[in-house]
């Protein structure tokens, strides 16, 4: 079930009209808490218990560390926590990955090495929800956090099904108060929420899955393709996972306003970034703010020379790049963003902290979508030999002849004016002052304008298979 | 307007309170903007023709000689009849005929209507023979197979509606009842709705120019024929062991297909079955046809995974239908249920295909003999 199919309306009716029709917040908690539960389970209900086990670590091993104040009782329980939370990850989501990377490099050493591979599905959103209840128990041994004495609110936490299965990774210190006090509906900004819906859906279903066959067929077959199809489809593939997760991210956000919870934003103008470092704190923030605050920071961050610096930078872009994904090409992909954050810190210590404007802002801007654009290619390649290729085409290196039609460029430049303007604040929220009938009518219209535009099967997120 | 900015706080205090109806005049205002859009949608871009029928029809339209003589189905038909071969035999008792294969695969009876109504409309100028294989209502298909533009196109109100009532007589569980419907359902929600419309319209038609068809199925060479081992020649990657997969799986079970052989020979002694829905698409086919001024001629194709098509021949013994080939008897055409004139359980292979195109033809030049079909195009 995802959020532009037309089973998730249907669910999230139902739930939205009993959460607002029941009197109490705990039985709306628990009619949330159900909800949450069918919603994953309608992927596949066995891995209910991997999110029922991680609850129930985090709720014992949290209560256990807080009651204590000896620091040796308090660092066994966070160990458990730990342990529990990253052994889950580790053996659903990476234990094949590094059984097949030793048994290459004994292989290649000549050493002989059996240990089979497991047949394991990855559970949809471990990554989320693993990172979502480790920043439970890390604030509660910082002692940022009092632990939650309700299991029902634990529970709720790690499974509210708007955030469950690809962020925002909400934490704790944001969401637990939240779960406290009974909300109504009078309180929700409804059209705001709607608004916000329907962007995320038309980010989604319109712009990203309008250009992920195009992107897919040059990423089936890219040696026959020349080098300017390169550039075109790591550009476009860059806007179809912003369109694709930030979509997501609004429909999520939006979908718990509904319900009157309230999510931080997850991104705030990528592309308009002059630099990687800006790129990094507008992008998937509540994963990039978990990283800073619970690896970077405790690695020593910014603090010392240069050379620390840049370890502690490339530790934290590499583990980021490892959790997309269990594979070389996201550690890759780490390595590129590590040294280009690198780059960036040593330019900022030579030159001064300044912000680059105008033009030189501008060219900077460019820069830096590039950069990632280009980063987009170890992302998407299937192997390693399409790696290979579509870096040649980038380098201008292509023999290739098939092209991508430079057209698909109008509609993403169109989207970037449409962005722009509202970055620059030049498109107000007139749905603020606009009497509820002409609202609704214009909303009808917008809502079959974008289902006119749909892909008729809803594809699933990019960021679910993290 | 960019979520970006979007700071989704509690409401101002001074926005006026949640009241009943105000909600129920924002649910009727929204419902008039949706159906007007609708509305205007539908004026400027009627529904959009499938891209294989778009394909298939274009092939037809070149076609040289122009065809007099048209086969319609779906994989049975695409995989089984041979222009070239149909031709020639016709030509060897005496009668010139231009056929082109039309057929394609999973195409079940609706969605025939809905693909004949469209060529029919522009018909080729010297239209003959029309032979058709009505297939089965049902397409068995995983959730969200009927939601590609091609289901979408055919799966208006009535047509939905007959499809349910299938769904409903027919013998498959409950839950794949529900599901089943769900589906359709939602095709025809899609359809009403224009959902992807403007997209196929305006951008997909545009900037893809990759073709939707497989060369295999357009055949252009093979006047829309080719056997499915030549396409299994000609096919390469994952195409390629899909029907390695198929292939492989009929031959390791033939046991199995024995099985399904007699399930058949079982049900063609069953008659029940139909019922009155089915006669009256039969008879529209039938209509569309004849109003072209082709004959039509209704054709039971061999094999032994589409059920049983007794509601052709219930159709064919009530009147409905004037001219019916049927093909599909093990005991009466043991040879195409010889493994090996099979390429799977369904298909023949390029012996079969041959041996049944001259069976066809046959058939046809001695209706023609008998004097049941007319030599020549009727004005």
Redesign the interface.
Known sequence: MIFTE??FLLFFGVVFCLHWMLRTNQQRKILLLVSSYVFYGAWDWRFLFLIFTSTVVDYFAAAKLHATDDEKKRKRWLLVSLVVNLGLLGLFKYFNFFIDSAGTLLEYLDIPFQMTTLEILLPVGISFYTFQTLSYSIDIYRRNLEPTQSFLDMMLFVSFFPQLVAGPIVRAVHFLPQLLHKTS??????K??L??FL??YFKKA?VSD?IS??ID?YFSNNAAFDSLAAWIACTLFAVQVYADF?GYS?MA??TA?LLGY?FG?N???PFFARNLAMFWRRWHISLSGWLRDYLFIPLGGSRGSAAFVMRNLMITMVLSGLWHGAGWNYILFGFFHGGGLGVHYLWRRWRGKEEAAGLVGAVCCFVTFSWFAISMAFFRAPDNESLIEVWKGLCFLSSGTQTI?P??FL?VAALAI??WL??R?Y?P??WEKTP??????????????C???????AEPFVYFQF | ???????????SESA???SWP?TV??????????????WG?HQAYPVAEHSPYRQKRSLLAEAQPEPDTLFFGSSRILRHLSPAVFDTTMAERGIETHSFNMALPAMMTLEQESLLALLLATPPTALRYVIIDPEEFLLVTPP?QL???RS?GWHTAPATWITLQELAQSERRLQQKITGG?EHI?AC??RA???????TQ???N?????EELPSDQTAPSGRGFMSLDQAYEEATGEYRERLEGRKTAFRTDLAGYERRVDTLRQSLMNSDGAFENEFAVVRRLRDMIRATGAIPIFLIAPGVGHGNRNYVRQAHARGDIEHLIDLAHPDEYPAFYDPEQLFDANHLNSHGAEAISRELAHKIADAVERGELPRERTP
């Open positions: 037309f089973r509906l009078s309180k929700v900004d409804i705001g929420c608004v916000l962007i995320g319109v309008t066959p195009t067929e930030s609004d956000i939006a306003g309230h934003r991104f705030a103008f039609d057209r698909w509609p449409c962005h509202s970055y604040n498109v929220a007139w509820t009938w002409l609202f609704a009518l214009g909303y009808g219209v917008a809502v079959e304008l289902l006119a535009f749909s892909a008729p099967v | 307007m960019n979520p970006d900015h979007l700071v989704l706080d509690s409401r006026p309170a949640w105000r005049l924002a649910f009727l205002c929204f419902t008039v903007g949706v159906l007007g859009t609708t949608i969200g939601r590609t533009t979408i769900y939602l929600v899609y709705f224009h959902f992807g419309q403007l997209r305006l951008v997909t545009k900037l893809h120019q990759r």
